[in-house]
């Protein structure tokens, strides 16, 4: 138990990090006006090379899109853009 | 065996053929993908040399979406193993979209301890042939269980979060009855479950950085291990990782630089297990700390704003991977790994990997006599590719 609080304890405190660090508004502006090449380009990279756009199909990106929401746990906003992009791109 | 073979090759066709017919798709949406490799594998240990191809190994992954909410997703694992076609269920559950913020899993998933596992392992990701010690299905911690996941992620100002949180049957604990030389170990792939206790797993994800080149992660998975109604249904175990992760293209080394990381401890309470040669002799019984640490520490680096495009498309790598369980324990031994690794990328999806590596390793199931220490190396020449 006393493991499960230290945890817990530590996870707070990244939490509190997180919020800390983000209140810088210019920061926040500038995340929120990522477009979907900017955020297909940052992340996708982050476990894996990032993917060339002509390999799927506009539905395939779709379906892969909630896939990878799920898998690399990113935000609603950031794969709506992403898979935007690819579909414009492909 | 035949008849899943050629089921399998028709959901793929079937996934394919859909896609290429639709002109205007409708909510229901079916795709294939996954990922295969082959290779030749060296290895020369004190006992001699061995060198065999291997592979022939295919993952297919299915993803059936219905809406923009719901998906089920599964993949096989088809491997040739000793001259025998070993199928298995890496995952199968269903994913519904709660909200913005929020989404539940239900099923067999990849469990988020880490990273590694749930997102690194598939062949044409992971940048070595090789997992690192300690990780995978015979490792130290879990790779996917069997429950349900709330998971999700959340900007909060620039940076982002992600967390998960679940609850599945757990590992067992393996008490010497039928391996009496694994007495003490977790079996991770016991998918039902052999007590009433569930285990409780979560991990908080943090990207500090407005670009996200940057994640820090925490997890925790514990809960009764033991059969119940035996002497061990009260042993617990408390599992914890740490995760780093830093991807970035760097212009002064005109280059991505890829650097990962993860620490994984498995504590497993107290528990007297039978001595070999006195199995259930209970005059005989033994005990040890259990507690075993796995990890790794990984970095790459690809020329990618070279000027060449072969250059462009070269990668080198190199990881630390370390192995320690229990000292006492029939099954304790202090393995290391140094790997280095040469890639070439074919296409964003497609890798050939030449790896070396340097293996110490002292104890095990075969060191009764006292700890022994062995060298090996080991070459790897596999060809990856993501479907």
């Known amino acids: ?90 | 065996m035949r008849r899943i073979f050629i089921t399998v090759i028709g959901l793929f066709l079937l996934g394919n053929s859909i896609v290429a017919q639709d002109s205007k798709p409708g909510k229901t949406q079916f795709m294939v993908r996954g990922y295969g490799h082959a290779g030749l594998d060296y290895y020369k240990t004190p006992d001699g040399k061995d060198i065999s191809f291997v592979g022939a190994a295919f993952s297919p992954i299915f993803l059936f979406k219905q809406g923009n909410r719901f998906m089920f997703e599964t993949e096989l694992e088809f491997e040739l193993q000793k001259n025998e076609l070993e199928i298995g269920l890496e995952y199968a559950n269903l994913m519904y979209v709660i909200n913005k913020y929020l989404m539940v899993r239900a099923g067999k998933f990849l469990l988020p301890f880490g990273t590694f596992m749930e997102r690194l392992h598939p062949a044409w990701i992971n940048r070595l042939s090789t997992k690192p010690l300690g990780f995978g299905h015979d490792g130290i911690s879990p790779a996917s269980d069997i429950g349900i996941e709330f998971r999700g992620a959340a900007p909060i100002g620039g940076t982002h979060i992600n967390y998960s949180v679940y609850v599945t049957n757990g590992p067992r604990l393996k008490d010497g009855s039928e391996e009496p030389d694994e007495a003490g170990m977790l079996n991770f792939q016991n998918y039902i479950d052999n007590n009433n206790n569930k285990f409780v797993g979560a991990r908080i994800g943090y990207l500090p950085l407005y670009n996200s080149s940057l994640e820090l992660g925490l997890s925790f998975y514990t809960g009764k291990v033991g059969d119940q109604g035996s002497v061990y249904e009260d042993v617990r175990a408390f599992l914890w990782a740490a995760d780093f992760s830093f991807v970035k293209q760097i212009s002064p080394i005109k280059g991505i630089l890829d650097i990962k990381a993860q620490y994984n401890q498995t504590n497993v309470s107290d528990a007297y297990y039978p001595v070999v040669e006195e199995a259930r002799d209970s005059a005989n019984l033994f005990t040890f700390n259990n507690l075993s640490r796995a990890y790794y520490a990984q970095l790459s680096y690809r020329p990618s704003m070279a000027g060449k495009t072969f250059l462009k498309n070269l990668e080198i790598i190199g990881r630390y991977s370390k192995l320690k369980t229990p000292e006492g324990s029939n099954w304790g031994s202090d393995v290391s790994e140094l790997t280095f690794g040469l890639n070439y990328w074919i296409s964003w999806r497609q890798v050939i990997k030449i790896n070396y590596a340097f293996i110490n390793s002292e104890g095990g199931p075969d060191a009764e006599e006292g700890p022994q220490t062995q060298k090996s190396n080991s070459l790897f020449v596999h060809w990856a590719i993501g479907l």
């Open chain 1, 1 to 90: 138990m006393k493991k499960i609080i230290l945890i817990f304890t530590l996870s707070l405190a990244v939490a509190a990090i997180a919020i800390i660090s983000s209140s810088c508004t210019a920061q926040r502006e500038i995340a929120a006006q990522k477009s979907g090449a900017e955020l297909w380009a940052q992340n996708c990279i982050r476990c894996h090379n990032i993917p060339s756009p002509p390999s799927y199909t506009d539905v395939q990106w779709e379906t892969i899109g909630l896939h990878m929401r799920e898998r690399a746990n990113m935000t609603s906003g950031q794969i709506k853009k992403i898979v935007a992009f690819l579909q414009t791109a492909n």
